[in-house]
Structures are given as structure tokens and as C-alpha cells.
């Protein structure tokens, strides 16, 4: 039996639940469609948060689900969005979400890319009037999952301080790229293009540490220690790279902004500091942009498998920089961690379960979770 | 007038000469010329050869065209190479560069992806049996002129060192975007995936200094600031992000990864340590993967110039973390400092200068450079 792996563990576990992921995800679904979510849709946006859950990406999980039903109460996500095409040619479409829930507006954006992809060996698809779609991986699996390569990318609410620059103008903006393999793993690469996403700022706050010199800097352009000022808007987040130019700084920042051409230049959605958030009144309009390749095109999907293998191989037989350190595939974490999540439970903050139920009792909803452990 | 700037400094000036631009292309285009290469080919060369040095990426200028003669001396480089498509759909191709000049290669493949996205949209190109091709970003403004985004990757021999592991495994795999704009500059990012390119590392071996920690590990994993030992083969470079997760080097790695599996792994080129140097006797097999997008079929490309016009104001607006700092746009240095140098003429080290010289007389070529200054 495969050894269970966590790619973040819960501490500390008395203050964890363990929930079954499949119950999660049904009352996910059915919160949603209390608030005239279609339960089609519902289940989208359940799949998603709960798959961030079960790949140990917690910040993008159900603890956000609230974000989206706020967003509807105050009328800037529309439940019941109307998603059509702008432009459309054999290999590429642009879509306006309609201010709709961005996993739903995402995943049928892939689905539209993989469908010309299969046809024509490519696609890109932009979409604009969207909004927080939450793991963009989630998206590129899609592709992965017919065989393709799928490339995904967000634009999102500004959070980072462009390079040279202070305050926050630009979003963490992530990346994602999916990879077929003929054995599980899929190779998944999805990051923010900042040092750290927020999220893991909100870990530290709450564990009352001092984040590293590096992570983020004040409203002056002073490095920052303390998570809470960034939590109060007072400080931003250092794109991939750190401050200035001297470890490559601009880089990361490059990225977020060539995101940012992408999601909201070029499909005509909004950018920097211009993109809301979903509880705000005003639409959030969020952009991303999304690439499918159909390998089988290219070279005979076989041969790419075969290939691929090989490469896992490669990568899993580097020499280690020290005896305890394990050199990690994109995605492998992610994977295990579903594995055993899948098995004993996803972790659920005592907080956020107890959030989630006055949510549902608000809606009156059964809450029926199945509890496979009372602590983590 | 604009005021002349270059985003690399010639220093001492003392060692440096100015040479007018124009007479350098056609110097390299004749030393490859005289090497069996084809007029057309060795214009492409020459041409994306003394870009770079316009741009202020001297590391991959004319003081690299012996690389490239090496090559094809020692049999590595085909110099009359048959560039064919192994594989072609109306928005694909997969292309074999007959172990060629990467830069002749690479030209060609975007010529091909060029016109693919002009009737599709969109199209990818792989590239297979390939060279190093220099800059990136000199493909990505190919599909930039023809109002295209253009995206070009490479793998590159192993430089780096994949997140938790030792020695040199990954290539410093390079990714570069280029966005057309309505006034110059076009928006180019163009960037390695390690903290810094190898070039940087020689500019501090040859000045005697020491590199800041955190750009690079020896053989046995520790922080390196000895250039010295890098260039002797016995340490490797990082990944953007640096040493370990702390500060995302895994995000730099994943980066690196993602590019060596779309120009090695899908496109049957090498990978890893797998790829050669141009110069030795086994053939490289670098591999490129390139994407071009059509702007107008996805929205009408006026509005999209219309729009990051709007963008580039934003980011040249945002305020600057202390009075002497710079806001730049990607490419924008680049951009200054090749019109500088159109102008001034561009900097070669007068070393450089005397082994090109004996490389033309070897060939008993003319060596009638326009100096334009007898220092910088």
C-alpha cells in the first residue's frame, strides 16, 4: 500500500475534522444551488474547490466558498450567467462569461478548447467577464484528460508590487500547465507568478510567525516581516524572483504581466489594479486565457507517453542535494495528497466547518457531512 | 533627441570600440559564409546574432559566432542542413532542423508558424534536431511584425539544478513573449528560467567578483560566490526562485521542466543533460516549441493596440519605490538600448575584436568594420 502523504499537514490536527470528499463536495454543491446556482453548475464549482482540498491547496478550497456566495448576494457573480462566444473561428473563440461563478465559465471555456483542439491540433480560447475561478490546474487537467497539453492562465485582483514599483498594481496571476502520462501522476505545473500565493500569508498570520524577508514588502518598499500588515492591505506581495532585479525579480514580474496581457489586454477583460473582487458590487471582470494541444497531431501520442515516462524517470533519479530531501515532479504532491485524501478525509478547520454549517442552516440545508475522523 | 541608454554599460570603456552595426552583420554574415553556409541562412544568423549584441545581451552577440563556426567545423553543425516537417496540420508542425544553425532553424519554424495562425488563428510548431538559437525573443517579434503574439521556448545543455537535487540536470531553458503595440516598443519578455544566465556569471568571473549568494550551488549543494568554480563546470546555477521552496526555486524549476518536455519530450529532441553543446562532436538535438497567435481573429487588432497602449501607461504610471528608480515595461531596455546603439554603434570588447579578426584571416576574409568609436 502506498505510503500516505500530505503536502500540507494540519496543525494543529485537534482542530482539524476529517471529512469524506464526496459528501464535501454534495453539500458544496447543494449550498450552491440554494442560491440559484443550476445544480449542473453547482457540481462544477463543488468539484472544483473540493479537488484544491484534496490536492492539499486548502486556500483555494471550500474555505473560499463563502467568497462566492457573497459574490452572488451582492449581485456581482450572476448564478445564472449567460456564457457565449464574442468571436469565434475553428481554433479559437473569445467568450464572455457574463459575470458568471469563473469555474463554471472556465471549465466550459476548456471544454470549448478542447473540442477545436481535437480537430485542428490547437486552440486558444480568451474570456473576459469572469470571475476568481479558483485552481487554474484544475482547468489544464481538463485538457490532460483527453490527451492534450492544456495551458491555463488568470488574471486576478491586484496583490503584487510590480517590479521598481510599490503598492499592490499587479495579481498573483498564475500559470498552469498540464502534461499527459501513461501512469498517474499527470505532470501539473500551476503557480502564482508572486514568491507565495496569498494564502500561504494567511497561514502564517494565523500561526502568529514572521514571514521570510523576501515574501512581501510595505507600502514604503520596505521588506516585510509581519503577515498581518499585508492582510490589512498595507503591504504586497514580491513577484517570483524577490525584490528589484538582482535575483531575477523582474522576471517573475514579467510573467504576471505578460498574464495579465493575456487574461485582460487581449480578451478585453480588466487589469492591474482595475480587476475586483468577487464581494465587491462592482463586476469583478476577471480574464483567462486558455491553450489546448492535441498532441496526437505532433507525434503519436504512444511515443509522447513513452517519452514522458522516461522523463519522470529522469527527474526522479537526480542526485538529491541531502539524504532526507526528495526531488519532486510538478504536480506528484499535489497527486499523493489526493491519494490520501481521498482515503482517511479532507482536513476541515473546526472554524471553517462551523462557518460552512451556519451557512447552510442560513439557506436551511441538511448538513450532512460524513465525518471519517473527529480530529486530523 | 531621446536620451541615449544602454542597458549594459561597456566597462572600462577604454577596452571597448564602438562598430557600426550594419558593417558587423555583414562581417558575421560573411565569416559564415565562408564556413559553406547559404547567403540567406548566414544573413539570419548574422542577424539575430548582432540583434542580441543591440540589445545589450552581449553574452549571446557576435562574441558567440565561433561557437557557432566551431560547430560546423567539428562536424556537429550542418551547414547546408534539410530542414523538413516530420509532421503538418493546417495550425501544426512538427519540424526536423537537420541538426542546422539553430538560429536558420528556428526562423524557418516561425515562418511556418506564421503563416499557420495567419488563415487558423493559431498554430504551434515543434522543433526537433536542432542548435542553441541565441535569443529567443528575436522569433518571438518574427510573428510580433506580422501583428501576432508570438511565444518561443528552447531547451538548452544543463546548467542548473532542479529543485532539491545536485549538479547540472536542467537546461536554463529560456521563454519569451513578444505583444505588438502601436508605438515601438513592442513588449517583449525574454528571460532564462534560472536566477541568471550563464553570461552574468562570466561578466563576474571576469571582473574578479563575487557573486551574490543565492545565484548558484557547487557540486556538493552549497551557495556558491566563486564564478569561478561554475564556469569550471564543477557547480550549478539555480532556478529562478533560488535554493529549495522557500522563495519558489521549485516554481523556476517547474518552469524549466515545463519547457524541456514541450521542446524535448513532445517534439523527440533531447533533454535534460541529454542536450549537447554546439561545439561537440555528438549532435545537439536542442529542441524549440513555438506558438503564434493571430490577434485579429480572436478581437479586432486595433482595439488590442488601442488597449496595451492603455496597459503600458499603467505600468509606466505606478509609483516608483524610490526616486531614482525605473518603472520598465519587458523589452523596453532592450529596445533603448538598440536604438542607442544603432546610433553609437555597439560596444565589442576590443579581445573579442581581435579573435574575430583571426577567425578572418584564417579564411582569408575581409575585415572592414565601420568603427565608430575607438572606445565606449
Known amino acids: 500500500m502506498a505510503k500516505l502523504y500530505e503536502k500540507t499537514v494540519p496543525t494543529p490536527p485537534h482542530e482539524y475534522v476529517r471529512v469524506d470528499h464526496k459528501s464535501l463536495k454534495n453539500f ?3 449550498v450552491l444551488t440554494s442560491c440559484n446556482v443550476s445544480e449542473e453548475d453547482s457540481k462544477i464549482v463543488a468539484d472544483v474547490l473540493v479537488t484544491a482540498d484534496l490536492m492539499g491547496i486548502e486556500s483555494h478550497g471550500v474555505q473560499r466558498l463563502t467568497r462566492y456566495t457573497t459574490g452572488i448576494k451582492v449581485g456581482s457573480v450572476n448564478p445564472k450567467a449567460n456564457i457565449k462566444a464574442l ?4 481554433s479559437t473563440a473569445l467568450i464572455d462569461g457574463g459575470s458568471g461563478l469563473g469555474q463554471v465559465v472556465a471549465y466550459k471555456a476548456m471544454e470549448i478548447a478542447i473540442e477545436k483542439a481535437r480537430e485542428m491540433g490547437v486552440s486558444v480560447v480568451g474570456v473576459r467577464n469572469s470571475h476568481h475561478f479558483g485552481i487554474a490546474g484544475y482547468y489544464a487537467l481538463q485538457a490532460v484528460e483527453h490527451s492534450m497539453i492544456g495551458m491555463v492562465m488568470t488574471n486576478s485582483e491586484a496583490l503584487v508590487a510590480y517590479t521598481h514599483s510599490i503598492g499592490r498594481n499587479v495579481g498573483t496571476n498564475p500559470i498552469a500547465v498540464g502534461f499527459p502520462t501513461r501512469k498517474p501522476p499527470p505532470v501539473l505545473f500551476d ?3 508572486s514568491v507565495v500565493p496569498v494564502g500561504k500569508i494567511e497561514v502564517y498570520a494565523k500561526e502568529g510567525k514572521k514571514i521570510p524577508l523576501g515574501w512581501a514588502i510595505s507600502s514604503e518598499g520596505k521588506l516585510l516581516e509581519d503577515p498581518r500588515e499585508i492582510l490589512a492591505k498595507k503591504g504586497a506581495l514580491l513577484p517570483l524572483g524577490g525584490l528589484g532585479e538582482d535575483f531575477g525579480g523582474h522576471k517573475g514580474a514579467g510573467l ?7 487574461c485582460g489586454v487581449l480578451t478585453g477583460a480588466s487589469y492591474g489594479k482595475n480587476v475586483r473582487h468577487t464581494t465587491e458590487k462592482e463586476r469583478a471582470n476577471v480574464g483567462h486565457f486558455m491553450i489546448a494541444i492535441n498532441i496526437d497531431k505532433l507525434t503519436p501520442i ?3 507517453l ?5 522523463y519522470k524517470v529522469y527527474v526522479k533519479s537526480l542526485t ?5 530531501a526528495e526531488v519532486w515532479i510538478p504536480g506528484e504532491k499535489a497527486w499523493l495528497t489526493m491519494e490520501t485524501r481521498k482515503k482517511i478525509g479532507i482536513p476541515i478547520h473546526k472554524s471553517i466547518f462551523k462557518e460552512i454549517r451556519e451557512e447552510a442552516a442560513k439557506v436551511s440545508l441538511k448538513f450532512d457531512f460524513k465525518i471519517l475522523k473527529e480530529t486530523a
Chains 1, 2 share one sequence.
Open 28 to 30: 458544496v454543491a447543494a
Open 87 to 90: 468571436s469565434e473561428s475553428a
Open 191 to 193: 503557480a502564482a507568478t
Open 256 to 262: 504576471a504581466l505578460v498574464v495579465d496581457l493575456l
Open 302 to 304: 504512444g511515443v509522447f
Open 306 to 310: 513513452e517519452r514522458i515516462e522516461e
Open 320 to 324: 538529491k542535494i541531502s539524504e532526507d
